[in-house]
């Protein structure tokens, strides 16, 4: 078994809170359980060409690039960020270009590739859900990025499912204890078993959020799982269902708590969200340690930020929970199993996005209320994330908050240090510079914001021109962001609004790029690109169609 000592002083270091310099980026926020999008990496590309698509094929002729160390076909929807660890790239994708003969059709598929060359090691194919577009919306492939700790991969599926998987999948044989992937791969489908070869994942637990919990994903499962001192915590994106105004599973959780071993659910959340959620939930939690305990950090489909006890408690898990909006208190229903405590919370949506010439705004309305997607970021003892809603409802107003994490109960007044209108509706992750103090966030509209994360003060906004679903990446005094029309920008991460560089990639960017071990990883919907160390020569001249990065 090829197993590492590097992926285990990762895992080390999460715990601690401590960003490695030059390392893996091996999950969603890299080496930061906070989830702040910085890189301390220097030295990054400053500029590259993605080349062109070879003749009648869908792939790229590397001859053709510049400054790109190799690119690997994906399919032809990619959400998914990449992540990095242990000689490996994950991604998810969907089954457009099919890697197997023995699986064609629409699927969702997680691809490994090896770091070095982006040779194709092996793919996770999930089967879509019976159900349809209602809870498993066709070709969008699998949404989530993984996490690694040391040789396991810990995934959230289109099926609602949290897999841990073999970092090598079948090549070093099949681990278990689950051993049923020949049937895993034709569940729904009608077909007879299709026995695992070298090239497929291994699965070694399998935990069902729709089975085991009765979740009710709308369109789409979607979280990056955090892991911590041997725990995997999970937004289950329980939601509506196709009316749109019915939550067919109010008393499921939202967050679940399972061992990272075994796959055994050690908790659910005591915050009662059901029956308040405006459409979906797709964020992913983080984690920081305030006061001496263990906090994670969540969105709610309620459009509330949440602080809980990373620590399952015993007992029935009852709690007084607040009914937003408004200041009544409900009692919730007793259940059997652990919880994860609430510590604290505070309601995002301020009062006028509520409610206009004392009539009720109803959702999904331009001006009014939103869910929260985006992962809120801890950073210093504060948390920051803004508010948002599914792509498919368009543009509308935004809020981004920077919340006192140290606070308990309702935080909704006396917890947010600073919160700031000017954003419109923002599924994307903060980033922040710690060498500058700096916050960069981009919205769906297509703006990137730049304030003073201490004080909010907004320093530039710089207009995409297109819609932005992924997050800002800072790294090395840049702050490198995707669009939906292809274009990857480079900013300055300074308080002036400096362009310093655009390349069109061929095809949208859904996803944020990452950096990992001297390489910056750009994913587009069809390609997923390796810039950086020991990619073909830039050579003197400026490429075509591109801003040369002046440093």
């Known amino acids: ?40 990496a220097k030295g990054l590309p400053s500029t590259f060409n993605p080349g062109k698509v070879k003749s009648g094929t869908e792939e790229i002729d590397l001859a053709t690039t510049k400054g790109v160390k190799w690119v690997a076909k994906l399919g032809s929807q990619s959400y998914g960020n990449p992540v990095v660890a242990g000689g490996h790239v994950y991604v998810g994708t969907n089954n457009e270009s099919p890697r197997d003969k023995r699986h064609v059709g629409d699927r969702s598929c997680l691809y490994c590739f090896d770091e070095k060359t982006g040779e194709f090691l092996w793919q996770l194919v999930v089967p879509k859900m019976k159900s349809g577009k209602v809870n498993d919306w066709e070709n969008l492939g699998l949404l ?26 079948m090549a070093n044989g099949n681990d278990g204890p689950y051993l049923d992937e020949a049937k895993y791969v034709v569940q729904d489908l009608g077909k007879p078993p299709i026995e695992p070869g070298k090239q497929d994942a291994d699965i070694v637990w399998r935990y069902d959020m729709i089975d085991e919990l009765g979740v009710f994903p709308h369109n789409a499962s979607n979280c990056s799982v955090l892991v911590v001192d041997g725990v995997v915590y999970v937004c289950t994106s329980n939601g509506q269902d196709w009316t749109h105004v019915n939550v067919p599973s109010p008393n499921s959780p939202s967050f679940i708590a399972l061992d990272a071993k075994t796959g055994k ?39 509330v930020c949440y602080a809980f006890d990373a620590q399952p408690q015993k007992g029935d898990g009852s709690a007084i929970v607040p009914v937003l909006p408004g200041p009544e208190f409900k009692r919730e229903e007793e259940t059997d199993n652990s919880y994860l405590k609430k510590v604290w919370w505070a309601d995002l949506n301020p009062p006028e996005y509520k409610t206009k010439a004392g009539k009720p705004i109803k959702y999904p309305a331009a001006e009014g209320v939103s869910e929260i997607n985006a992962t809120p970021v801890f950073y210093k003892n504060r948390v920051y994330v803004a508010t948002g809603q599914d792509p498919e409802h368009g543009e509308g107003v935004g809020h981004l908050v920077c919340l006192d994490a140290t606070k308990t109960g309702d935080i909704t007044k006396n917890g947010v240090i600073w919160s700031y209108l000017g954003i419109k509706r923002s599924i994307s992750t903060v980033s922040i510079d710690p060498n500058t103090g700096l916050l960069f966030v981009g919205d769906f509209s297509g703006f990137v914001h730049c304030l003073d994360a201490e004080t909010g003060k907004v320093y ?32 300055a991460a ?29 994913g587009s919907q069809t390609h997923l690109f390796a810039v950086g160390a020991a990619g073909q020569p830039s050579g003197a001249e400026k490429p075509s169609g591109q801003i040369q990065i002046k440093n």
């Open 144 to 169: 989530a990025s993984p996490y690694v700790v040391g040789n396991r991969v810990y995934v959230v599926t289109s099926r609602g499912e949290v897999l841990c998987l073999d970092s090598e999948g």
């Open 265 to 303: 659910l050690l908790a659910e959340d005591n915050a009662g969200i059901g029956p308040r959620i405006f459409h979906g939930q797709w964020t992913s939690p983080s984690t920081g340690v305030v006061n001496g305990k263990r906090l994670i950090f969540a969105g709610g489909g309620d459009g």
């Open 1 to 40: 078994m090829h197993i590492k000592t590097l992926p285990f002083l990762l895992s080390a270091c999460l715990i601690a809170d401590v960003t490695l310099v030059g390392e893996d980026w091996p999950a969603w926020g890299g080496n930061d359980p906070g989830r702040n999008f910085y890189s301390p």
């Open 494 to 522: 300074d308080k002036t609004m400096k362009l310093l560089n655009e390349v069109n990639v061929g095809a949208p960017i859904y996803s944020t790029p990452v950096i990992a071990n001297g390489v910056m990883y750009i």
């Open 460 to 491: 530039w906004v710089y207009d995409m021109k297109a819609h932005m679903w992924g997050s800002t990446m800072v790294a090395d005094g840049k702050v490198f962001v995707g669009d939906e029309d292809g274009d990857f920008t480079v900013l």
